[in-house]
């Protein structure tokens, strides 16, 4: 791991950690917003990360930003921190200057929905061919809701449209579905790390029968099962990203394709991760006692998010199928050697 | 909250350039061989035996790629073999007669035999002209292997071997079978007292092998029996009482591979060239999610392969890889047969290789280490047991 990753991640393990306290928790489910704990990550740089540092950012590379939201999911951060960082940076790509606080982020992947709808300065629109923009929160008619772990969110019939000056075409870099699909496959990533360790310790130390549940095979097998499962989340995860930062021109189709898989992947493995979590933990592990439930409610709310499994299988099954027979091997090996075919 | 522990290790890895630029050497070599009519993809994939297919792989330098050259090898690293290996699997090549060497006997020679072994098996084995297979399992002895009964008794300038191997693949064409035998009777130590001897299956008396059809119909298991089978002094491999470490050394490699997933690759395959893109959504996202795990079980492997190659031994993430893909495999046909009933598939080549996968499914997560033994494996890698 390099210095800067080191760096980045001992500043986000603190943040983190100090948002990740009971009485925080408690007031997301109030509704209310943790803004101390945001305003300490805007202060130490984290929004903005992903830009360059003449813009005044901190000009990491898009692998050290993953690793930060995969540590956003080993601790549940109930912020919408990856999407205002990444909303940042689309906008600074294309040239614009981003409203103050955070951001909502509107990407092709049929995203509905936005964290913390009343707290948002904008909403960045990167839906479409090409271009991006951002609304002001304020102008869009929000319909208030929660997400399955009990954080607001907000859904709307229509956008307005965008104001003049408030949008351009798109810069260089991957698109936002690409970028959010791999955000968001780090965070399950992160979190599903956690519920593997939650779940290790818990069967290592509950005791029933005279010994610990994990001296039972049958236990054995289930905690395998998710490790499995954690493990190939975990490594998908960071392959895509290293898919991401590789991109350059041509290499579009395997960012694209790996993100594709890797999301598709993630959200599918969050009911078997949960399933099996909930099942060793016994009655504890549903109650709100028990700190399992931040982790699994953010699976079942992040397998829906930026594009569920369905929509990520049908868009690798699109390109799959477009490769036709012969150009599926190539294109699972990637673009390099899809470069050999042609 | 502190960070969570990490309990396994699976670094993302991507193949250096070396590794890369080999696959279309590969693609060549079996574009020509099968023009040239040397091999057909029957559906076997690489359980297939072709020796003429194995002896052109081997004048091409694609087996033992990481042995010394002194030894016939072309020292290459063992992410450029894993891109070979790939390759072939992906074309459905059928490897057999090479690939239990070029896996598994050949580096554990190199790793445990004398010098006069290396030099007498391992450049023949990378010419593709001598074939071995494995000797493990007994009909009393299959997950648990340490419980093996077969007997080599010290006699005059060698070894006396006395007992019964099964399940050995292709014993009735290959040359030689490494067999896993105890030198020591069995004592409270499970493990202690076993040896790997090399046996000459052609020339050797008190051999008998006994054939046995599997399931799909077909002749590659066998049952060996040895009555008072001769193997001599320079046939032990390693010393005597090292066998079931040497054995398990190599599970690594014999587990993380890409068979494990890409067995039943060509199936997938036929099943893409049989829709086209107006498939319906349902259709599509199956074939998506097949892809897609395909996708994310290889980055698992590849990073298991470069762990290996940095010198480490990832065994439990091997079988953790074996288990998942094993797993895959057997669930390809099921979905294959939905979409292809579902979509109206009528495309004899899709419905052919999946009647040919359906059977084979059942060996995938029994070969290789049962999924139970393989979840035990995870297990105690988790401190669970």
């Given at each position: 791991m390099s210095e800067m990753r080191q760096l980045l991640l001992d500043t986000a393990v603190r943040l983190f950690e100090a948002a990740s306290e009971d009485e925080v928790f408690e007031a997301v489910e109030e509704g209310c917003?943790?803004?101390?704990?945001?305003?300490?990550?805007?202060?130490?740089?984290?929004?903005?990360m992903l830009l360059p540092e003449e813009a005044a950012g901190a000009g990491v590379d898009f692998g050290d930003a993953m690793a930060v939201a995969r540590t956003a999911g080993a601790f549940a951060l109930p912020l919408p921190l990856v999407e205002t960082m990444i909303g940042r940076w689309l906008l600074a790509d294309a040239g614009l200057s981003a409203p103050p606080g955070p951001l909502g982020l509107v990407t092709g992947a049929g995203v509905s929905e936005v964290l913390w709808p009343a707290e948002l300065g904008g909403l960045v629109i990167a839906d479409g061919e090409g271009a991006v923009g951002w609304v002001a929160a304020g102008e869009v008619d929000f319909d208030s809701s929660t997400n399955s772990a009990g954080e607001p969110v907000g859904r709307w019939s229509a956008l307005p449209p965008i104001p003049p000056g408030q949008s351009s075409s798109l810069g260089s870099g991957p698109p936002a579905s690409v970028q959010m699909g791999a955000a968001r496959s780090a965070m399950i990533a992160g979190a599903t790390e956690r519920i593997l360790d939650l779940t290790i310790e818990h069967v290592q130390g509950r005791v029933q029968f005279g010994r610990p549940l994990a001296r039972f095979q049958a236990v054995q097998q289930l905690v395998a099962i998710m490790a499995s499962h954690a493990a190939v989340v975990g490594v998908a995860s960071d392959t895509a990203v290293l898919a991401v930062e590789s991109t350059h021109g041509e290499g579009d189709r395997n960012a694209a394709f790996a993100v594709a898989c890797a999301k598709a992947r993630?959200?599918?493995?969050?009911?078997?991760?949960?399933?099996?979590?909930?099942?060793l933990h016994g009655a504890i592990g549903y109650t709100r006692e028990h700190d399992l439930h931040r982790f699994t409610r953010r699976l079942w709310a992040w397998r829906d998010a930026d594009g569920d499994e369905g929509y990520w299988q049908q868009r690798v099954g699109e390109m799959a199928l477009r490769s036709g027979g012969a150009g599926l091997w190539p294109l699972l090996v990637g673009a390099r050697s899809a470069g050999l075919e042609r | 909250m502190k960070a969570p522990t990490v309990h396994l290790r699976f670094s993302p890895a991507a193949l250096p350039e070396a590794a890369e630029s080999l696959r279309s050497k590969v693609r060549e070599l079996l574009e020509e061989t099968r023009a040239g009519g040397v091999w057909l993809a029957d559906g076997l994939s690489w359980w297939g035996r072709n020796p003429a297919l194995s002896r052109a792989l081997g004048a091409a330098g694609f087996i033992g790629m990481t042995w010394p050259r002194q030894y016939g090898g072309s020292e290459r690293s063992y992410l450029e073999r894993y891109?070979?290996?790939?390759?072939?699997?992906?074309?459905?090549?059928?490897?057999a007669f090479h690939w239990f060497a070029d896996r598994q006997i050949g580096p554990s020679i190199l790793r445990y035999g004398t010098e006069e072994q290396k030099q007498r098996f391992l450049p023949p084995i990378a010419r593709g002209e001598l074939s071995f297979a494995v000797g493990m399992s007994e009909p009393d002895s299959g997950s648990d292997l340490a419980s093996i009964r077969t007997r080599a008794e010290r006699t005059d300038g060698g070894w006396r071997l006395n007992g019964s191997k099964i399940w050995t693949s292709y014993a009735h064409e290959a040359e030689y079978c490494v067999a896993l035998v105890r030198t020591e009777p069995k004592s409270d130590k499970r493990h202690a007292g076993m040896s790997q001897v090399i046996v000459d299956l052609k020339n050797s008396d008190g051999i008998t092998v006994r054939p046995i059809i599997d399931l799909p119909g077909?002749?590659?298991?066998?049952?060996?029996?040895?009555?008072?089978?001769?193997?001599?002094?320079?046939?032990?491999?390693?010393?005597?009482g090292d066998g079931w470490a040497q054995v398990t050394s190599e599970l690594a490699y014999e587990r993380s591979g890409s068979e494990r997933f890409l067995t039943n690759f060509h199936l997938l395959r036929a099943l893409v060239d049989a829709l086209d893109w107006s498939a319906s959504p349902g259709a599509q996202r199956e074939v998506g999610r097949l892809v897609s795990r395909l996708w994310a079980l290889r980055a698992a492997s590849v990073s298991v392969a470069a762990a290996l190659q940095a010198g480490e031994t990832p065994n439990v993430e091997s079988a953790l890889v074996k288990d998942l893909g094993t797993n895959f495999q057997q669930e390809v046909p099921e979905i294959v047969r939905r979409v292809v009933a579902d979509e109206g598939v009528a495309d004899e080549v899709v419905l052919d290789i999946l009647r040919q996968v359906v059977l084979a499914a059942p060996s995938y997560t029994i070969q290789g280490g049962a999924t139970e033994i393989l979840r035990g494996i995870v297990a105690r890698g988790l401190r669970l047991r």
């Open positions: 917003f943790p803004e101390s704990h945001w305003r300490a990550i805007e202060d130490n740089g984290l929004v903005d993630a959200s599918e493995a969050c009911y078997e991760v949960t399933r099996i979590a909930h099942q | 891109v070979v290996t790939e390759e072939l699997l992906a074309a459905c090549a059928p490897t077909r002749h590659d298991f066998n049952e060996v029996f040895f009555e008072d089978a001769f193997v001599p002094d320079d046939c032990l491999l390693g010393n005597p």
